[in-house]
Structures are given as structure tokens and as C-alpha cells.
């Protein structure tokens, strides 16, 4: 595994080395950073086995499931969110059921004595809004419930607040009337979520469970203690957990899903494979790619089983402007493991038809190290179910809990919940402002629908004049960070169902709104001197040579990079000058290195093979598909 030393966007922190043991052998690690980082770091990746003795790694990289966990200084811990400050020693859990429960029992042995001791040291908080979560749907919450004097605690399980934000570096859409996220990045908008007031979170704690008289059941994960929290009002934005779909070998170390790839990447600064195959076309796939792709790593193709692209399609022509080939109507079918199964070499895909694999197409995949599965999120939503038994209408869902979406929707439901909850209490609020709220939510969640066959143009005459930028943008969504960006008011937006519009009356060609599209999607011309310019958010340097391209990735031309505008939010301006050109040059949209281009797939039709992995349905006690398929048999239930 790699350490990230550069990053064109993420700050790098000064070494601040913490040592301590894991199974016997000293390993370093970044003050700040976890157990599971520190280990990917110095090459241990397996991190413990199934029952018949499989390598098995990280699998949600987000708390959320145990196959990360392992003794740290005598107790039970899972190391994707455990931190190395203060950790002397790590072990493994010793393989063999016997081994392992007298490990476990030794590590969560407490006597009787000390259990009654610590239940009645046990502390209960009473607020009105308990919220479970610190994401982004759960800060929105809990800022508009202060704004209107409503107490409140947030619980959370990491050791900060902002969820999935933290690990996001790109811009995000928002459709404001006053800017304010809209072109912030992820963990940028997470720290305006909270504000500078910490009161009522609880950090490193985890809700286990619900119990009668509307009481949160709370531990803290690193002090052991125990408490209770007490409230009239419950919202659950407990997030998601990644879906896996199985195939062979689908958990063996190399093979990770998006979670852990982005957590490990974006937080903790260690890149899991520097060539990466990613599986799953959509949002999460497309950016999941282009960060690794900033963090230093080679993606070598992104494949879909759908017969279309999925997500935002200006998220999908980032990828392909880096001539990332995107390989639709083709299904992940093995990963192929390297000779002690501690790492990967390859994959199998084959054409595929209503998700099902079509015999004789199979294809291997070779010269990768780590796959990224991408395939989609399933909802945390067991807390919000047992919510809605105890607290009734009291309880409510948001973010990816109840329904997974774009962190938009999820900053807009939290603020919608909140005007509900005010509502429930009989709390004043503004009504007006509950309502478009709620239409933002609303046209938040819609997919972008296209409104332009191509982009507007600036007349012959007005492009001769001086520079001048086109929006790329074809679609209907809900996003305008580019109408704030423009100081002359020569872009304009008027709701989510259309694109932007360009005044070329207007437009000075002071290329301000190319840095500052969310999308990528704003290009800068200046057809007298032959310029492009071109947003990057990754290294290029002045003075290289560079091939030209079009949307799809296709070259269209040659130039040379002849300055590199550096911009306060990281996305830069490169000023290119065009060499040959095959067409018009509003056509370039991109820019790749001489030298990597064209990008190299190896990729060849698989011969008959007498592999006999097998694709496992439960990996902790090693049940595979064709087991669960002969106890089923010909049932139409199970009882």
C-alpha cells in the first residue's frame, strides 16, 4: 500500500509517528490516522481469516460491520475507526473457534463486581432532539434546531463530525438563491454544518439500542462507559453501508468497496492499489475514480453492467476527458488472487445481458492490484425501525438511512426534518421558508434530464472579439454555483429543470466561472491567440506537452501548457496553447499527458481455464452460493 505524500487538493499533514506492535512486529503509524491505515501501510493487509482459514481484509471501512476487528490493548475494537494514539498493542483474533472465543471472552471479561460498579456510575441525559449521526442530514438538523433554541444532542461513532462529507474532496452542487455550499467541497461544507458551538455532540459513540421510554442505550468506544440519553424526539441519519454483490473471490485483500477506497484515500491518506479496475458506472464510481486518479493511481477501466452510463453525465465526461475507457453491458465475474491470496492480479468480466453473464464473452482484466466495487449503497436503517416502534411519529429518518442520495438531498431533508420537528413541538417557524425547503428537497432528488442538444455558442463576431467561455452543461439539475461566479451577471439560472444561460453581452472571457463549476463543465476560449482554458485538479506542470480532447476522450489535438493559474479552491486554470487542431476549438473540452496517452487496457479474451474458486455468500463461516442453493432446493420458503 502507498502513502499519499502530494495531493493537489487534500493538505498534507507533518509526520507525527506513533509506534506500537501488532502480532509481535513494531508498525508506524500518523498520529491521527487508524490501526487499519497504519497496518495497509507497512503491507499487512490481512487482517483476519474465516472459519476454513480464507485472507480476509477491510469490507465497509466505516465502523459498520466486524470484519475489521481485532484485539487492541486487550479489547475487541474494529481498526477502520479505531486511531494508533496511545495503541501499544494489536493481535490478531487467533483463528479456530476455540482460540477465538477464549481471546474474546479474555478480552471482554469484566467481574461482577465491576459491572455493578460501573452501572451505577451510569449517567442520563435528558433533550428534547436526540439525533443519531453527524453527517450531513443530521448537522442540518441540528443547525436549524439551534437557530430556533430547540435542545438537542447528536451522537456519532467516529472521532468527527461530518460523515461521508469528510471523505469527499470534490465541489458539490447545490441550487441556491444565496451561495453558500454550492462549490465547497465535502469536508469544507461539514465544518460550516457545525458551526462553532461543539455543545451536545458525542463523539466515539455508538447507540446500540432503543428501549422503552424513548431511552438511547449509548456506549463510548473508547472509554468503555455507558450511558444513557433521554429524548421526546428521535431522527435517525445513521447513513449506509456499501453493497457488495458476490462473485468469486470477492473478499479477498485487494478487493474493496467504495467506503473503504474513498476512507482510506481522502482521510488517511493511503492509496489501496495503483492500478485500480472500478466496478459500477454511477456517482460514487465516477468520483470514487477521479480522486484516485488525483491521489496518484492508475484507473485502468470502469465497468458497468447496464447497457447505459449511469449518474450525472458531467460526472461521467470528467472520466472519460482522462480517456478512463468506461465498458458497459459487462459483468464482474472473479477477482483473480494473487499465489497467496494476499493481494490481487487480475479480474474476469464477460458480457452480460438483464445482469446475467453470457457464456463464452468472459474476458480477463490483467496488471491491477485493487478493485474498487462501486455498486451502490443499502441503508442503515435497523435503529430507525426499532425508532419508529418506541417513539412512534416521533421518530424520523433522513439522509441515506431512509433513502439514498446526492449529499444535497441529504443537507435538504435534515433542514426539512427540523421544520417538522418545530412543527410537532409547537416551536414557531417560518412557514414560507418550511415550503421552499421542501421544494429544494424535492427537485434535489431528480435525475438530470436534458434540455440542450449542444451548448450555446457566442456569435463569430463576439468570438473574435476576446475570450469567451461555453457551458458544457446539457442538463436540468439542481445546481449554480457558476451564476455566483460571475461578477458581471452574465450567467443566469432560473430553477433546477434548466441549464445555464450565458449572456455573451455580457461575458468579459475573465474565465472566473471555469475554476468554479462544480461539473467541470465550463471551458474558456481565446480564438485569437489560439487558448484553451481548461480546469485540472491534478498535477500538470507548466511547459508540458499535452494531447487535446473532446468530451468523450477522444483526441482532437495537440498543445502545450504554457501557465498554470493557481486558485484558492484548488481547482486551477490551465491557459493552453493550441498546436493542431482537427476542428473547432470550442471542441477541446480536455487535456491528457503526452506520455500516458493513449491509455493501455490489457485485455484479452480468457481461454478455458480450470479455476474452481467459488463465489461465497457468508465469508465469515465460508457458506458459498452452491451450498445455499442446494438447501434451498426446489422451496418456494423457508421456515
Keep these: 500500500m502507498y502513502k499519499i505524500s502530494e495531493h493537489p487538493v487534500l493538505p498534507i499533514p507533518e509526520d507525527n509517528p506513533i509506534e506500537f506492535l501488532f502480532d509481535g512486529k513494531k508498525v508506524t503509524g500518523q498520529k491521527g490516522n487508524t490501526i487499519a491505515a497504519a497496518l495497509h501501510r507497512a503491507g499487512y493487509i490481512v487482517h483476519n481469516h474465516s472459519l476454513k482459514g480464507r485472507n480476509r481484509t477491510l469490507q465497509c471501512g466505516i465502523g459498520k460491520c466486524g470484519a475489521c476487528e481485532m484485539i487492541v490493548d486487550g479489547k475487541v475494537a474494529r481498526i477502520c475507526i479505531t486511531k494508533v494514539d496511545h495503541v501499544k498493542c494489536v493481535e490478531r483474533i487467533k483463528d479456530g473457534t476455540a482460540n477465538n472465543m477464549k481471546q474474546l471472552q479474555e478480552s471482554t471479561s469484566e467481574t461482577q463486581e465491576n459491572k455493578s460498579e460501573n452501572k451505577h456510575k451510569r449517567i442520563t441525559y435528558k433533550t428534547t432532539v436526540a439525533i443519531i449521526g453527524a453527517g450531513p442530514s443530521g448537522l442540518a438538523v441540528r443547525e436549524e434546531l439551534n437557530k430556533a433554541g430547540v435542545d438537542n444532542f447528536i451522537i456519532d461513532n467516529n472521532s468527527s463530525i461530518g460523515g461521508q462529507f469528510n471523505m469527499q474532496t470534490h465541489q458539490f452542487f447545490f441550487f441556491e438563491k444565496e451561495k453558500r455550499f454550492g462549490g465547497q467541497r465535502g469536508f469544507e461544507i461539514a465544518k460550516g454544518l457545525a458551526g462553532e458551538d461543539s455543545k451536545g455532540i458525542f463523539l466515539d459513540s455508538v447507540v446500540w439500542d432503543i428501549l422503552e421510554n424513548r431511552r438511547l442505550a449509548v456506549k463510548n468506544i473508547h472509554t468503555g462507559e455507558i450511558f444513557y440519553v433521554i429524548a421526546d424526539q428521535l431522527?435517525?441519519?445513521?447513513?449506509?453501508?456499501?453493497?457488495?454483490?458476490?462473485?468469486?473471490?470477492?473478499?479477498?485483500?485487494?478487493?474493496?468497496?467504495?467506503?473503504?477506497?474513498?476512507?482510506?484515500?481522502?482521510?488517511?491518506?493511503?492509496?489501496?492499489?495503483?492500478?485500480?479496475?472500478?466496478?459500477?458506472?454511477?456517482?460514487?464510481?465516477?468520483?470514487?475514480?477521479?480522486?484516485?486518479?488525483?491521489?496518484?493511481?492508475?484507473?485502468?477501466?470502469?465497468?458497468?453492467?447496464?447497457?447505459?452510463?449511469?449518474?450525472?453525465?458531467?460526472?461521467?465526461?470528467?472520466?472519460?476527458?482522462?480517456?478512463?475507457?468506461?465498458?458497459?453491458?459487462?459483468?464482474?465475474?472473479?477477482?483473480?488472487?494473487?499465489?497467496?491470496?494476499?493481494?490481487?492480479?487480475?479480474?474476469?468480466?464477460?458480457?452480460?445481458?438483464?445482469?446475467?453473464?453470457?457464456?463464452?464473452?468472459?474476458?480477463?482484466?490483467?496488471?491491477?492490484?485493487?478493485?474498487?466495487?462501486?455498486?451502490?449503497?443499502?441503508?442503515?436503517?435497523?435503529?430507525?425501525?426499532?425508532?419508529?416502534?418506541?417513539?412512534?411519529?416521533?421518530?424520523?429518518?433522513?439522509?441515506?438511512?431512509?433513502?439514498?442520495?446526492?449529499?444535497?438531498?441529504?443537507?435538504?431533508?435534515?433542514?426539512?426534518?427540523?421544520?417538522?420537528?418545530?412543527?410537532?413541538?409547537?416551536?414557531?417557524y417560518n412557514y414560507d421558508q418550511y415550503l421552499k425547503v421542501s421544494r429544494e428537497y424535492i427537485d434535489s432528488q431528480q435525475h438530470p434530464v436534458k434540455v440542450l442538444d449542444q451548448a450555446a455558442m457566442p456569435s463569430a463576431e463576439r468570438a473574435a472579439e476576446k475570450p469567451f467561455v461555453v457551458a458544457n452543461c446539457l442538463y436540468g439539475f439542481a445546481c449554480n454555483p457558476c451564476t455566483f461566479a460571475c461578477k458581471h451577471g452574465a450567467i443566469s439560472k432560473l430553477t433546477t429543470s434548466t441549464a445555464p444561460v450565458i449572456d455573451y453581452t455580457k461575458c468579459m472571457g475573465c474565465m472566473e466561472c471555469v475554476y468554479q463549476c462544480p461539473g467541470l463543465a465550463i471551458f474558456g476560449y481565446n480564438q485569437s491567440k489560439e487558448q484553451v482554458f481548461l480546469p485540472v485538479e491534478y498535477k500538470v506542470k507548466e511547459g508540458a506537452d499535452v494531447i487535446l480532447v473532446n468530451d468523450n476522450g477522444t483526441k482532437v489535438g495537440e498543445g502545450h501548457v504554457e501557465k498554470i493559474l493557481l486558485k484558492p479552491n484548488k481547482t486551477n486554470l490551465a491557459r493552453v496553447k493550441v498546436l493542431n487542431n482537427t476542428g473547432e476549438i470550442t471542441n477541446i473540452k480536455g487535456l491528457v499527458l503526452k506520455e500516458t496517452y493513449p491509455h493501455k487496457l490489457d485485455i484479452k479474451p480468457l481461454h478455458a481455464s480450470d479455476d474452481h474458486a467459488k463465489t461465497f455468500i457468508c465469508h465469515c463461516e465460508d457458506i458459498t452460493e452452491e451450498e445455499l442453493l442446494q438447501l434451498i432446493g426446489t422451496r418456494k420458503s423457508l421456515t
Design 235 to 428: 431522527v435517525v441519519a445513521t447513513g449506509a453501508i456499501p453493497f457488495m454483490p458476490p462473485f468469486k473471490n470477492d473478499d479477498v485483500p485487494g478487493v474493496y468497496t467504495a467506503a473503504v477506497v474513498q476512507r482510506m484515500m481522502n482521510s488517511e491518506l493511503t492509496l489501496l492499489g495503483k492500478n485500480i479496475l472500478t466496478i459500477g458506472a454511477g456517482n460514487i464510481g465516477y468520483l470514487t475514480s477521479y480522486q484516485a486518479m488525483q491521489a496518484g493511481a492508475t484507473i485502468k477501466a470502469i465497468v458497468e453492467a447496464a447497457p447505459n452510463e449511469g449518474g450525472f453525465p458531467v460526472q461521467a465526461n470528467r472520466i472519460k476527458r482522462l480517456g478512463i475507457p468506461i465498458i458497459t453491458s459487462h459483468l464482474l465475474l472473479e477477482a483473480i488472487p494473487n499465489e497467496d491470496y494476499s493481494g490481487i492480479t487480475g479480474a474476469i468480466i464477460a458480457k452480460c445481458e438483464n445482469f446475467k453473464p453470457i457464456p463464452g464473452t468472459e474476458q480477463i482484466i490483467t496488471g491491477i492490484d485493487c478493485i474498487n466495487i462501486c455498486t451502490g449503497l443499502v441503508p442503515d436503517s435497523h435503529l430507525f425501525k426499532k425508532g419508529k416502534e418506541v417513539f412512534a411519529r416521533a421518530c424520523y429518518g433522513v439522509g441515506d438511512a431512509v433513502r439514498i442520495g446526492e449529499g444535497t438531498t441529504a443537507v435538504l431533508r435534515g433542514r426539512q426534518c427540523a421544520f417538522q420537528i418545530m412543527d410537532e413541538l409547537g416551536v414557531r
